[in-house]
């Protein structure tokens, strides 16, 4: 296991996350704003694959990430914007100044009213948003993906999975580092 560079916000004392972000530190809000409705996947499958993607990017590079903000269930389309909002404001309450959003919705995100100098990251609009949540899932929670209701001919796997989450990582990260060209010396 690698030895993680960032660090989860919720596993931070308010004092340290305000001295961490007096410090200039970045922080990461994942947002798990959709998959594909497929009946082999559980309602969490999403965020799941958001907080993994958040998990891989804290052992790469020196960055706060928030807790997931979970828009999938939610019955009306403006609620996650709100949330998201909401997010915003306390991590700027806390003085977080460099804010990235990454939007972890394999087939479209949504859209966003964000204000100020925040970074929105998309992991990538994928035609095979099906086959990548899935194979994501068989990587990360094997248990929960309903195998007997796999479509017929499904070349979802977990290496594939792995893969994909791998490469999504890699894009964030130098879209991070390109931003924030610090966060490489961190």
Known sequence: MNTPHGVWLDDLTRQEAVSRFGGDAVVVIPVASGGPDVPHL??????????????????RLAVVVAPVVEAEPLPRRDTPGHLLAARLDG?????????AILDV??????????????LLLRTADR??????????????????????????????EAFAGERGMAAEVEAVARALVSKWPDLISR
């Open 91 to 99: 991590l700027r309450s806390l003085g977080a100044r460099r804010i």
């Open 42 to 59: 559980p309602l969490k499958s999403a965020t799941v694959i958001a907080r993994a993607l958040g998990q891989k990017l804290l052992e």
């Open 105 to 118: 919705a394999p087939s479209g995100g949504a859209r966003y009213d964000i204000t100020g100098d925040v």
């Open 127 to 156: 035609s095979d948003a099906e086959s990548y949540a899935t194979s994501c899932m068989m990587a990360l929670d094997p248990r929960s993906v309903r195998m007997a209701l796999l479509p017929a001919g499904s070349r979802s």
